[in-house]
């Protein structure tokens, strides 16, 4: 047994001679080696700073939608598709001065030539000059197909079927046609017929009759004429 611990101790000694010179662990009561000198290292390059992000675009509001020139007249359009009841007085005002010029359309729903106008019609209110208003003068109650009230819609829902872009005003009832007529000045006393109207609400052209080709190009010119002369 003696023999064996003195091997023991001698193995030990040595393990722990050469584990200490090799530096790999403190022996029991020996300071380890000073530490290494820690060399400052050179603190890292910071990272570049993100660009910076491109401001969204504020939001702008929509345009608002133009006014049609007819809705500056002495009128409520109170309605969305811009239909009106008049009287005499009312249907004056369309003509009145102070208004720009003009294109008055005198027509109604039960008129077949007038139904058979309207593409020339919306051919032509997209052509013209954001300084000439568009305007319908309804006859329908001369020969009333329902009640007064019945009637308006009827025109306004009429118009926005067919993609009319400008609104109608339409002739009461109580509108005595002969009274009408001598108010303002009506000659041709059916419909269609189609008027230019200038900013002193002089009669400047008149279109009797459905619209032709021909008719249509008349009308361009009286407009141009009268864009031309102001």
Not at 14 to 40: M, N, Q, Y
Not at 79 to 85: F, H, S, W
Not at 131 to 137: K, N, S
């Amino acid at each position: 047994m003696g023999t064996i611990r003195s091997l023991a101790r001698r193995a030990l000694v040595h393990i722990s001679t050469r584990v200490g010179k090799d530096g790999l662990f403190e022996r029991p009561g020996e300071a380890g080696p000073p530490p290494a000198p820690v060399r400052p290292q050179r603190s890292a390059a910071p990272p570049p700073a993100p660009a910076p992000r491109a401001a969204a675009p504020r939001p702008t509001a929509a345009p608002a939608a133009p006014t049609h020139p007819a809705r500056r007249l002495a009128l409520p359009w109170d309605r969305p598709a811009g239909t009106r009841l008049v009287d005499i007085d009312g249907a004056q005002a369309l003509i009145a001065p102070g208004y720009g010029l003009r294109l008055v359309n005198h027509w109604a729903t039960w008129c077949i030539p007038c139904v058979e106008e309207l593409p020339l019609l919306r051919a032509l209110a997209a052509e013209l000059s954001p300084a000439v208003a568009m305007i319908g003068l309804s006859w329908d109650l001369f020969d009333p197909r329902g009640d007064e009230e019945d009637i308006v819609v009827h025109v306004e829902n009429f118009g926005a079927g067919h993609a009319l872009s400008w609104p109608s005003a339409v002739l009461g009832e109580n509108v005595d046609p002969e009274a009408f007529f001598r108010a303002l000045q009506v000659g041709f006393d059916k419909v269609p017929q189609t008027w230019l109207v200038d900013d002193q609400g002089v009669v400047l052209h008149r279109e009797e009759g459905a619209l032709n080709a021909e008719a249509a190009e008349r009308l361009r010119a009286a407009v141009d004429r009268a864009l031309a002369a102001r």
